[in-house]
C-alpha cells in the first residue's frame, strides 16, 4: 500500500481484495499518506487516533457527520495527549520559565502535530466536487472557488480538515469582513489573507496623505488597502501582488465597493516600474519559515519581503514621498527579531522616519491569558512607519 509515483499524486489501498488508487490534491501542499485504508462508522475514535498517529490515512466510507465527528473526537484526543505531555514537562523544568521564542516555536510544532494527525481522515470527492458518501453537504461552489474548475473533472480524495477550511472560507467570502474604516465588507477568497485584524486598515485611514495623485500598494492580498487610498480620494492606485487569486480577489472587492476605475492591478513581485509620492506596504510580520502556501500572509523567512522592500524604497518614490510600512512588533515581543533590528535595517536602506503612528490590537487573542502566546501578545503594537528617502 505505497502511493503512486505519478503526477498528480496519489494514494493506493487494498479493499475487498483488490488494490485501488484515487488522485490527491492538498492545497498546503502535503504529501499523500503513505498507507491508507477504508473506515466506516463503524470504526472506534482511540482506534481511528492510533492509526492517524502511526501515519495512516482513514479514506471515510461512512455517514458524512459521522467523520465529521469522528475529527473532532480526534482533536479532543489530541489536546488531551499534549495537556499531559506539558505537565510531564513542566514538572521537569519546574522553575526554568520557558522562553518567549521558545513557546512561539513549540506552539507551531503542537500545530504541525496536530495538522498531520487530523489529516489523516480523508473524504473521496467524484467529478463535479460532489460528495459520495451518506448526509454530504453540497460543497460544489466551495471547492470550484479554491480550486477552480479543472480539479473538478476527475475524482480525487482530500483531507476532511481541508475541505471544512474550504467550506469555512466559502462562507466567508459569501458573507465578508465588515471593515469598519471603509463603511463596507471585504470578501477574501480562500488563501487570501482576511482583514479581520482591522487596525492596520485604520492606521491607512488615518496617516496624512503626502499627495492623492498616485499611490502604490505592494501586495494587494483583498485589496483592502487599495479600497482605503482610494476612498480616501487617491486618484491612482497601482497595486501588486504575485498570487493570481489574491489578484482576482482584489479585482472583485475593488469592482463591488465601485473603485475599480482608480485601482490598477498588476502582477509584480513587490514594486511596479517608476515612482511614486506614496508607497504602501504591509509585509507578513512574523519572521519564521511557513509551513503551507497560505501561510506566507503571516510568515516572511529572514524578513526577506521587509528587507526587500525597506533596500527598494528609495528609488521608487518621487522626491519627496513616503512609504508606509505597517508592521507589528509582535516578533520583537516572540524574541524572533532583535528590538533593533527595524530601525537598522531602514537606516541601512537609506532612509528615515518621518513620522509614526501606533495602535493596539484588538482581535480576540489579545485579552485570552489561556493563549500560549498571551505575554507577548499583551505586548504587542501595531504601527504605521512613514518614511522618507534620507537627504
Known sequence: MTISQDFPPHIAWQADGAQHTLPWHSEAG?????????????????????????????LWRGDFQNARQLLQALGRRIDRARERAEAK???????????PAQAFHH????????????????IPL?????????????????????????????????????????????????????????????HPYYGVFSPVRGEYVDLVAQAPLPSAELAFDIGVGSGVLSAMLARRGVRKVVATDMDERALACARENLQGLGLLAQVELRKADLFPEGRAPLIVC?????PARPSSPIEYAVYDPDSRMLLSFLNGLAEHLAPGGEGWLIMSD???HL?????????????????????RIDTKPRHGKAADRDDPLHAARSKETTSLWRLKARA
Open 30 to 58: 502535503n504529501a499523500p499518506p503513505k498507507r491508507v485504508q477504508e473506515a466506516d462508522d463503524q470504526i472506534p475514535a482511540d482506534t481511528a487516533y492510533k492509526l492517524a498517529c502511526e501515519g495512516t490515512g482513514l
Open 89 to 99: 514537562k513542566k514538572g521537569a523544568d519546574k522553575g526554568t520559565a520557558e522562553q
Open 107 to 122: 506552539h507551531r510544532q503542537m500545530q504541525a502535530q496536530r495538522a498531520r494527525i487530523l489529516g489523516m481522515l480523508l
Open 126 to 186: 467524484d467529478a463535479g466536487f460532489s460528495i459520495p458518501l451518506r448526509r454530504a453537504p453540497d460543497v460544489r461552489d466551495a471547492c470550484a472557488e479554491a480550486y477552480g474548475p479543472q480539479l473538478g473533472k476527475q475524482p480525487f480524495a482530500v483531507s476532511l480538515r481541508e475541505l471544512q477550511g474550504l467550506i469555512g472560507a466559502h462562507e466567508w467570502r459569501k458573507k465578508g469582513v465588515e471593515i469598519n474604516a471603509l463603511g463596507a465588507r471585504i
Open 282 to 286: 504591509n509585509p507578513p510580520w512574523l
Open 330 to 332: 509582535f516578533a520583537e
Open 335 to 355: 524574541g524572533l527579531r532583535a528590538p533593533t533590528m527595524l530601525a537598522e535595517a531602514i537606516a541601512a536602506a537609506g532612509l528615515e522616519v518621518a513620522g
